[in-house]
Structure formats: C-alpha cells, structure tokens
C-alpha cells in the first residue's frame, strides 16, 4: 500500500477509547509441569490449543508488522497510541508462546516441524500479500482471537480443571489482552480502507486459518507423539469427546460462537457490539489484584504508551 486513504469512519470508542496497558511477562515455564489434557482432561482438544500456540507466533509478527507499517498513516494520536499497545502487547504474546512452546517441545511435540511449515506459509504466502490485503488479514485474524477470547472469559471454569497453572495463566492472560485490544484492528482497517469485499475477503483468510490449518495441525500431534494412537479405542473415544467440546453446537468452542464469528460479516459489524466491559472487569481483579491475582506472581512491569501528537 503506497498510500492510505483515509475515509470518513469515526471509531466507536472515538473521545473514550480505554486505555490499553503493556505488560511484561515471565512465566518461567518448565517441561516436568506440562498438562498434556489440560483443556477438559482431553488430548486431542487440547492438541488445538498447543498447535494454535505455535501458529500464532507467526500470526502475531504479521500483526505487528502490519500495525507497525499502518500506524504511520494514522491522523489520530489516541488511534495511533492504542495501535502501539497492540504491538506491545502482541510482541509479548509471541515472546511468552515461544518460551511454552519449547516446552512443548521437550514432550516430543513438532513444534520444531510446525515452526519450519509455518515460517514458510508466512513468508512466502501471507507476506507476499498486498499490504491492503494484510491489513484485511490482520483485522479478520484479530476478530477470531477475539471470539476465543469472549469464550474463554464466559467459560472460566476450563482452565481449573487442570493442575497447570503456569499453562492457565498463559492463556488467561492472553485472553484477557485479546479482549482488551479486540478493536483496535479493525478501527485501523475502517480508518484506512473499509472496503467492505476486501474486509470479507480478509476474514475469509483469517478462517481458513484459523478454523483449518490449525486444526489440522493439531489433529496430526497425538499420533506424530505416539503413532499407535490409532489403535487405541481409548484415543478414539478422546476424540469423539474432544470434538463436542471444540464444535459442539451448545458448549464447543467454535461450535457455540458461530453466530459470533459470522456476525463479522454484517456491514456495519464492531467488535465493541460484543460488549466485555463487565468480563475485563472482573478479570482484571481476579488476574491482576497484587496480593491475590493469579498473573501476579509472573507479572514483570506494566505500562501505557504515552500520547503522542
């Protein structure tokens, strides 16, 4: 994108945008207190976490370069400072999974194979795209963390089923940043495009990965770490079950918000017609509280970019 063109869109949270906090991190994973089932005593459900873990470093360097190449066009300094907090925060995503993904890796994960595989997708794939289709990507991809993230917060009681706390936390926290920082995307998008075709097209790249390649990734693990899986009508009935809890109409994970992630499709869609104001709330106190939070105790330093005109 040579030039931007900058439209007539006034952002939702234009005048009173909250302020989006950068936090760093350090978890200190260690391999001895992996929780191989974590997401509902399942294997193959919690596959997709694990492989969604490792994709998403590479989705998150294309958001951030994204947001860092777009954020130059942007008149609005209160736009552009959040557009700085998305990059911040999103480089600590990456920073954190990276580390949990080596650890993934000592339990005989591919998280060596899946970093090779996606290096290349994204090299010469996504970032070969032009860059008005990338900031489409970047938004559409936002959207669906997005939704994850809403579920999460509505389903707090998946991650207490595992005695992995460094893994609840991880993904705990990212959730609640996600949800933080679900707007800012797509505020950018409608600001310099709003091409209504090319955000679908956008999302449409955003599902195919999300909700295909990433389960694909993640269906391969439990029999790349142990290949006589197949053979077990154990693992079998583990799948059945794992599938429920993923696209199960009622409780699934994509299976319940389908609703939500089409509504992306509605001209005059924003994220914040999802409200989580009383979800960042509450989680803020529960996650974040000094004495008692459960992030505290991995909680580095916390800031907010500043202004700038």
Not at 21 to 40: E, G, Q, S
Not at 103 to 114: F, I, K, Q
């Amino acid at each position: 994108m040579s030039t931007a063109t900058i439209h007539q869109y006034a952002p939702k949270t234009a005048g009173k945008a909250p302020e989006v906090p950068i936090r760093h991190m350090d978890f200190k994973f260690d391999a001895k207190d992996l929780d191989t089932t974590f997401f509902k005593d399942t294997e193959f459900a919690t596959a997709y976490f694990q492989a969604l873990s490792i994709f998403l470093t590479f989705g998150e360097e294309l958001v951030i370069d994204t947001a860092r190449y777009h954020r130059q066009f942007l008149k609005d300094p209160v736009l552009k400072q959040r557009v700085t907090a998305l990059i911040g925060q999103e480089a600590i995503h990456s920073k954190m999974h990276d580390e949990f993904n080596d650890t993934l890796a000592e339990h005989r994960y591919p998280v060596a194979l899946y970093r090779f595989l996606a290096d290349n997708v994204f090299e010469y794939g996504f970032k070969k795209l032009p860059n008005r289709m990338q900031l489409s990507l970047m938004a559409g991809i936002e959207h669906f963390t997005a939704v994850l993230a809403e579920y999460m917060m509505k389903n707090e009681a998946v991650f207490y089923e595992t005695g992995d706390e460094k893994q609840r936390a991880l993904w705990m926290w990212h959730m609640l940043e996600e949800s933080e920082h679900k707007d800012i995307a797509y505020d950018v998008y409608e600001t310099l495009s709003g091409n209504y075709p090319l955000r679908v097209s956008g999302f449409a790249l955003a599902a195919f990965t999300i909700m295909f390649l990433v389960p694909l990734g993640g269906a391969m693990i439990p029999v790349y770490r142990k290949p006589t899986k197949l053979l077990s009508l154990r693992y079998w009935k583990d799948v059945k079950t794992s599938l429920v809890f993923l696209v199960g109409p009622k409780e699934g994970v994509y299976g319940s918000t389908v609703k939500h992630i089409l509504d992306y499709l509605r001209r005059d869609f924003h994220p914040n017609d999802h409200d989580t104001t009383a979800y960042l709330e509450y989680y803020k106190e529960k996650l974040l509280n000094p004495k008692t939070g459960l992030l505290s105790p991995y909680l580095v330093k916390e800031f907010v970019p500043k202004l700038r005109a």
